[in-house]
């Protein structure tokens, strides 16, 4: 079975300071794949990044990387120069890869982030 | 945006009544999930559906069924709505069809079962 654990239930960041989100998964699957999702307080679940176990770079995208350590089973959201309109709850995933009809998410429970002027 | 509707948006209904819920894509995707959202739980998966009439249980699937008469449209049915149901409830699709990993997630339904 599939795992995710997020550590940190909120978080307080000052404005323009990075911010390390920690993910940790547990999975007997070799190949398997690793996402966050932004959850603002409108309720929407906004795609943010995807790393794929077998990927040799860690993902970026735009202020988002996503540090990821396999021996760890670690998979990190980095946020850059956070703005105010990074608060939002934040949610770590994984699928069981790349088998067709297997990309079932498992949530983490989540990380409120709250930017601070 | 993935042109994925859920309606209707909020609904409120009282114990025992059947319930159904909708998911419309507009991209002929072939996979399509329903997830439930709780405090203290995340989401979770309760079906998903590899294709029309191809559907498989998730994680929390009793008291639930689904169907796929098409592809634009996903049905998720409470058949006797209990207060334990009361969520907010995400349909998603998949781009795997489209050869990526992500998934697209509907505006979500939240649902009161009094």
């Known amino acids: 079975a599939q795992k995710i654990t997020q550590t940190q239930p909120g978080m307080f960041v000052q404005e323009k300071e990075a911010v390390t989100l920690d993910c940790t998964y547990d999975?007997?699957?070799?190949?398997?794949?690793l996402f966050w999702y932004k959850q603002p307080s409108s309720g929407e679940m906004i795609f943010l990044i995807y790393?794929?176990?077998?990927?040799?770079q860690n993902a970026t995208e735009g202020r988002y990387s996503l540090n990821f350590q396999k021996a760890r089973k670690s998979a990190n959201l980095v946020i850059s120069a956070s703005q105010l309109g990074d608060s939002a709850m934040y949610f770590c995933?994984?699928?069981?890869?790349?088998?067709?009809?297997?990309?079932?998410?498992?949530f983490g429970t989540g990380t409120r982030l709250t930017i601070i002027p | 945006d993935a042109g994925i509707t859920q309606s209707p948006r909020h609904k409120v209904t009282e114990t025992g009544t059947p319930v159904t819920l909708r998911c419309h894509q507009t991209?002929?995707?072939?996979?399509m999930y329903w997830y439930r959202q709780d405090p203290g739980h995340g989401l979770r998966l309760i079906h998903y559906?590899?294709?029309?009439?191809?559907?498989d249980k998730g994680e929390v699937s009793d008291g639930y069924s689904v169907s796929r008469s098409k592809t634009e449209d996903f049905l998720l049915t409470l058949e006797s709505a209990t207060s334990s149901q009361t969520s907010v409830y995400f349909c998603?699709?998949?781009?795997?069809?489209?050869?990526?990993?992500?998934?697209?997630f509907g505006p979500g339904t939240r649902l009161t079962v009094t």
């Open positions: 998603a699709i998949s781009n795997l069809d489209r050869g990526s990993y992500e998934q697209y």
């Open positions: 999975t007997s699957d070799p190949s398997y794949g």
């Open positions: 790393q794929g176990s077998y990927d040799q």
């Open positions: 995933a994984m699928s069981r890869g790349s088998n067709f009809g297997n990309e079932k998410l498992t």
């Open positions: 991209e002929n995707h072939r996979y």
């Open positions: 559906s590899y294709g029309v009439k191809d559907t």
